[in-house]
Structures are given as structure tokens and as C-alpha cells.
């Protein structure tokens, strides 16, 4: 997976997740509460999609690291790498 | 401490005293939104009550296969957002559609209302069985993992659920609660929003009752397994109280929410008036879990009549519980019989025929579609009466179609619930 499947996949999560909001323009370098309206409810939403979806867990101390699409995508892909390379 | 205790009872029942004494507030209703398997507004829903025209139709129920039930067909995003629909649950989408629909109904400047003094006061029979259910099914994908287990689960099933996503839509900071009365608790909230009008806790009341009870398998198959559950051929055929081959209970959802205001609040706004609050009464059988009881019932027409300061002769309209199972209907029958034996002319009909068991949403519901009747003096009948039950065979049944009445100045407003808890609320016409 490159990272930029990895931030679809995100995207597509989040599409479902915040269903009001417009995804078309979502800068990749800014923090995604500052540009959604996304509150801590919702990313634990993410972490629960990620999970039921993907099988990937983020652990509570690394929530942070879903902070933008950059840093998701820093942070899930190499796990989505190491599930595909499990399977 | 004797004398202490003598002294706080003497004061208590002094107080009790100059309460009687005082003439408590009249209440009015001046808003009604709601959403019924057959309608959603109340013109809708009150012609296809004078019509005949049903709302039941096949739903497919988890485990069970295609069932007769009541759906209401609204569309929630009208009032909310996606994300708010998606996060809450179907009896908080019903409450607010219900809730907003009621207050552009009433005519208040909302912007100018102090929502500070507003109560929400919801009747529900039961919350949290559709969200439980969904997600114990969703977890038995995931091999009962409770890591898969929604950290929505506990606000979607709290019991104020339906109260508080109207508090959250509508910004109304004022009390917002549920009723748990089993499914008289459509009467239940309206009755409790009167007492608090009258108390003064607050100016004005969004009251009522919702049920969301056609997203959960458990309520249609406990019916099953208890031999109450309606089946026919044909879906709107399936509720049929009174009638001889009546065979048990639709389940449906469903929602009404009333503005309800001190009427002299109410006049001085100019507002129009559905109706006023007559009396009311609520009391409980102590005797069986699922069973019903005449004698309390009749008892609590009869208090609540009292209460209005009327005799069974002055009610003009008798809107049954009737469910349509075959103990229940009968045992109804006898209390309405003993308590209006030689009235000739009191109307008695029933909703449920048309759109089932609405639950906690039935006592608020059912009065609505005959309000209108004191405008156009028209009683909308019970339908699907093809053999009357020689046990249900009251005189002033309105069968299947509509009757003009001689007058409508009352109506009486049965609901009973499981526990044996009983209401009858009167709603009189207003005369200024």
C-alpha cells in the first residue's frame, strides 16, 4: 500500500464517519479537526473503523498520530504493509 | 422529636389543604407535530383516519422474517444531520422531527423563547432495545470481542435518549426527561408536562410520547412467544381490535410531541388551541406483570372523570387502548361498559386498527387523530371490524366507518401498559 492509498482509505472512513462534511479539499499538512468538523467522539470512531474494517489497532497513546492525513498515513501504512505481508 | 414530626406533618398537611384550595392553572395544547405510520402531519394523518386508509404494512424483522408493522415514513434529515443521525438513535430522530414540528406548528417566535423554561417531557415504553440488539448482532461478527462494542452504546441507550437529542437539537436547557409507563406513557407525558405547567417549573412544555420499537426483533418475538403477535395475509388487516378473529399486536413506532402552555399564556399570545386539559388520572392494577385489569381501569376512567369535573355522560368520545389481543380487548370492553353503561351517546373508537401499537408514542398519538373532531364533529371509526366480538360488542363502537357525533366537548383517552399501569386523560374543548 502507498501512502496515498492509505489517505483515501482514511478519507473513505472518514466519509462515513462525518457524512456533512466536504472531503473534496482536505489539505493533507493540516490537522483534520482544524479543517472538519471532527470532535474526540469522532476519532474514536476512526480507531473503531480501523479496527473493524482493517484489523489495525491504534493504541489510546497513539491517537495523535491521526492528527492530519500526513501523519496518518506516516503512521497506518507500514501497518497496513505489515498485515499484507502476514496474510 | 414526636413533637417535631407532629409539628412538619401538621405543616405538610396544611400546605396540602391550601393547595386544593387553590385553583390550579389551566393547560392548553397549542402545538401538535408527529409522525404515524399513515401520516405525517396531522391533516394527513386525520384523513386517512376519516378514510380508512391503514399504515401497516411487511417489514423484515431480524431472525423473524417479514412481520406486519407500523413505519413511519419521515424524513429525518429535515431537522438533522447526517452525523447527528448517524450517532443517535431512531427514537431521538422521531423526538426531533416530532419536537420541531410542534413548535412551527404553535406559532411562537422561537428565537424569542427562553429556553431555559422549557421542559421536554417524553412518555417512552422502553429505550435502548434496538441499540442493544444491533450491537450485540454486530458484535457477533466480530466473535463477541467486546473491543468491537460502540462507545455510543451507553448514550443511545440511557432512557432520557429521546429527550435529550431534542434538548441538543433545539438548544433547550431547561428539563428534558423520559416517562417509563410502559405504553401509557404517550398520556404519561402529557399529563406530567400539565402538573409541571401548573407547578410553574416551566412556561412551556414539548410533551408527548415516541416509540422506535419496530427496530428490535425482541419486542416482536416476545409478543410471539406470549401468543399476542398479530398475523394475516394482508398487512392492513392485521390490527383489528374487537373483531372476532383478532389475533394480537401490530408493532409499530411512531412519535407525538404537543406544545403545551398555561392557557392564559396562550391567549395572550393569540395562540390557536387544540384543546385543554380536562382531567386526568393514573393508577396501577397490583395484580399481574402482562394481564390487565378491569376494575383498575374502570376506576381510572372513572377518577378521571371525576377529576374533570364531568359525569361518563359528558364524555363524547372514548378513544380505546384496545391492542387487538384477545384477553385485552374484552377486559377494556368491561370497564368501558360498567363505567358508561347508559350513555348513549358516547363515541367509541380505536387507533390502533389503522396504525397499530405505536408503544410509548400510542396515548399521544391516538389523541391527536381525534382532536379534530372538535372542530368537524366527525369520529374516525375502527376499522377491520369484519365480525364483531359478541364480548366487545359495546353500543357506541364506531365500526369501520366514520360517525358525525351529536357534540364533541370531550374525549376520553385510554392507555394501559404492561405492570398493570393505567392512564385516561381528557382533553375538552376550549371555549374562551
Known amino acids: 500500500m502507498t501512502k496515498d492509498e492509505c489517505k483515501q ?4 472512513i472518514i466519509a462515513d464517519i462525518a457524512p456533512d462534511e466536504d472531503l473534496s479539499n482536505v489539505k ?5 479537526r482544524e479543517q472538519l468538523q471532527l470532535d474526540s467522539m469522532d476519532f474514536l470512531d476512526i480507531v473503531m473503523e480501523l479496527r473493524k474494517r482493517h484489523g489495525i489497532e491504534v493504541p489510546e497513546a497513539e491517537y495523535i498520530q491521526l492528527a492530519s492525513l500526513d501523519s496518518c498515513a506516516e503512521y497506518l501504512t507500514p501497518k497496513f504493509n505489515a498485515l499484507a505481508g502476514q496474510s | 422529636m414526636a413533637t417535631q414530626n407532629s409539628l412538619a406533618h401538621g405543616r405538610c398537611v396544611a400546605d396540602s389543604l391550601l393547595l386544593r384550595r387553590m385553583k390550579p392553572p389551566r393547560i392548553v395544547l397549542t402545538g401538535i407535530g408527529l409522525t404515524s405510520p399513515n401520516g405525517n402531519t396531522l ?5 386517512n383516519l376519516l378514510n380508512g386508509v391503514s399504515g401497516i404494512e411487511l417489514i423484515e424483522v431480524r431472525y423473524m422474517g417479514a412481520q406486519p408493522a407500523g413505519v413511519c415514513h419521515f424524513d429525518p434529515l429535515k431537522y438533522q444531520k447526517k452525523k447527528d443521525v448517524r450517532i443517535g438513535t431512531r427514537a431521538g430522530s422521531i423526538s426531533i422531527f416530532c419536537a420541531r414540528e410542534a413548535l412551527a406548528d404553535c406559532g411562537l417566535d422561537w428565537d424569542r423563547v427562553d429556553k431555559t423554561r422549557v421542559g421536554i417531557y417524553l412518555g417512552i415504553t422502553e429505550h435502548g432495545n434496538v441499540e442493544t440488539e444491533n450491537e450485540i448482532y454486530n458484535l457477533s461478527l466480530f466473535k463477541h470481542d467486546t473491543r468491537f462494542w460502540t462507545h455510543h452504546h451507553n448514550p443511545r441507550t440511557v432512557a432520557n435518549n429521546p429527550a435529550g437529542e431534542v434538548s441538543l437539537n433545539l438548544g433547550i436547557t431547561g428539563p428534558a426527561y423520559t ?12 399529563i406530567h408536562a400539565a402538573q409541571m405547567l401548573q407547578l410553574g417549573e416551566v412556561d412551556l412544555a414539548l410533551a408527548g410520547g415516541v416509540s422506535e420499537s419496530v427496530g428490535t426483533f425482541g419486542i416482536f418475538a416476545a409478543f410471539k412467544s406470549q ?9 392492513t388487516k392485521a390490527s383489528r381490535p374487537f373483531d372476532k378473529k383478532r389475533n394480537g399486536i401490530v408493532v409499530s413506532e411512531g412519535g407525538c410531541i404537543y406544545t403545551m402552555e398555561r392557557r392564559d399564556d396562550a391567549l395572550a399570545r393569540g395562540a390557536r388551541i387544540y384543546g385543554e386539559v380536562g ?12 394481564l390487565p385489569n378491569a376494575v383498575r381501569q374502570a376506576e381510572c376512567i372513572r377518577k378521571a372523570i371525576a377529576h374533570a369535573g364531568l359525569t361518563p355522560a359528558e364524555i363524547d368520545i372514548v378513544n380505546t387502548h384496545a391492542t387487538a389481543t384477545p384477553q385485552g380487548d374484552i377486559q377494556e370492553c368491561l370497564a368501558i361498559g360498567e363505567v358508561f353503561a347508559g350513555c348513549a351517546d358516547v363515541n367509541i373508537n380505536n387507533t390502533k386498527s389503522f396504525i397499530g401499537h405505536c408503544m410509548g408514542a400510542a396515548g399521544a398519538l391516538e ?21 364483531l366480538d359478541p364480548q366487545c360488542a359495546l353500543s357506541g363502537l364506531v365500526l369501520n366507518q366514520p360517525r358525525t357525533a351529536k357534540r364533541v366537548d370531550a374525549i376520553l383517552n385510554n392507555s394501559f401498559g404492561m405492570l398493570g399501569i393505567n392512564s385516561a386523560l381528557i382533553i375538552i374543548r376550549h371555549r374562551t
Open chain 2, 227 to 235: 401468543g399476542a403477535l398479530a398475523s394475516h395475509p394482508d398487512p
Open chain 1, 9 to 12: 482509505l482514511v478519507l473513505s
Open chain 1, 28 to 32: 493533507p499538512d493540516v490537522r483534520l
Open chain 2, 367 to 387: 389523541l391527536a387523530g381525534n382532536l379534530p373532531s372538535f372542530d368537524d364533529l366527525i369520529v374516525h371509526p375502527t376499522i377491520n371490524v369484519d365480525e
Open chain 2, 179 to 190: 416517562l417509563g409507563a410502559a405504553c401509557a406513557a404517550g398520556n404519561l407525558g402529557i
Open chain 2, 43 to 47: 391533516s394527513e394523518y386525520r384523513q
Open chain 2, 279 to 290: 382531567g386526568y388520572c393514573v393508577n396501577s392494577d397490583a395484580t399481574d406483570y402482562v
